[in-house]
């Protein structure tokens, strides 16, 4: 049976974050909202858990995971990034954009696009998300909450609770969380290109 965290969304209760940041490290797999919508998220190299969020989303190899990164200096290590993206990231960042980007060789394989050697970062605009990332002090590796046949993902943390409780460790609830998943732009190319439509405004990338 899952855990419930009530997250104060402004001011995050430092002792909840601590104890979700260890249910992370002892190898759990938390349901956690964003500036976009709820995600799947555990520890980066938990392979057990990345083999549970694709049980629940059904995912196929060639699903892009997300590293979600507490800032630019963090992201840097795990991608390889150009001045020219570097600058185009920067200005729409934090907030609620997924980037496809090289990997460098700090990212676990199982994380790769099988043929592009690619992998989603951001960086939320989140204080809930941010606090927790200080505390884990590296990426969450992470995965939009959109269970398999519905078109809007899970926005709700009793919601997801009912749904999910047997399958994930924990659920955060940290107040309103976006209806969208984030907007993916694929720079893997060196120019970027619009791969999903969502919660961030996709227009200085057309």
Request: glycine content about 8%.
């Amino acid at each position: 049976m899952a855990r419930y965290f009530d997250v104060h969304p402004e001011d995050p209760q430092p002792r909840a974050i601590v104890q979700i940041a260890e249910m992370v490290r002892s190898g759990g797999l938390i349901a956690y909202p964003t500036d976009s919508c709820y995600a799947l998220g555990a520890q980066l190299g938990n392979l057990e858990a990345l083999d549970r969020i694709r049980a629940i989303r059904r995912l196929d190899k060639k699903h892009h995971f997300t590293l979600v990164c507490s800032d630019f200096a963090q992201l840097g290590q795990f991608v390889q990034i150009d001045n020219d993206v570097f600058r185009s990231i920067k200005a729409v960042t934090p907030g609620s954009y997924t980037f496809i980007l090289p990997a460098t060789k700090e990212v676990p394989r199982r994380l790769l696009h099988p043929k592009k050697k690619t992998v989603g970062v951001r960086i939320p605009d989140h204080r809930m998300v941010q606090a927790l990332l200080a505390e884990l002090g590296e990426p969450l590796l992470s995965s939009t909450l959109l269970l398999p046949d519905q078109e809007t993902p899970l926005t709700e943390g009793w919601e997801i609770k009912e749904e999910l409780d047997f399958q994930v460790d924990a659920v955060i609830d940290s107040g309103d969380c976006g209806a969208e998943p984030t907007t993916v732009i694929d720079f893997s190319s060196g120019t970027g290109e619009i791969v999903r439509r969502g919660m961030g405004d996709p227009s200085r990338f057309e």
